[in-house]
């Protein structure tokens, strides 16, 4: 498991653009390269939920979203560690 310093510093560089802050929903946007992205840089490309123009959800919602998305991939980052530590 990814501790939570690990997934405290995802947020940091992700952060949470969102169009309007008076409201308690995040809401999709295009990231620099026109991708629809949502809450800590979660993409279609990462799995449920997709995301595309007009997508909003919760802030508790983009940290379970993260939560996921990072152990659906924590293995294939560990698996590209131990290949350049054995190089």
Do not use: C
Request: glycine fraction near 14%; charge should be negative.
């Amino acid at each position: 498991d990814v501790p939570q310093e690990g997934i405290e510093l995802i947020k940091s560089f992700e952060g949470i653009p969102d169009g309007d802050p008076s409201t308690v929903n995040i809401d999709a946007y295009l990231d620099p390269v026109g991708i629809w992205t949502i809450g800590f840089g979660h993409t279609s490309m990462a799995g449920p939920p997709v995301v595309k123009r007009g997508l909003k959800i919760a802030k508790a919602e983009a940290g379970r979203i993260l939560a996921r998305d990072v152990g659906r991939h924590e293995g294939l980052v560990l698996d590209d560690q131990r290949g350049a530590a054995a190089e």
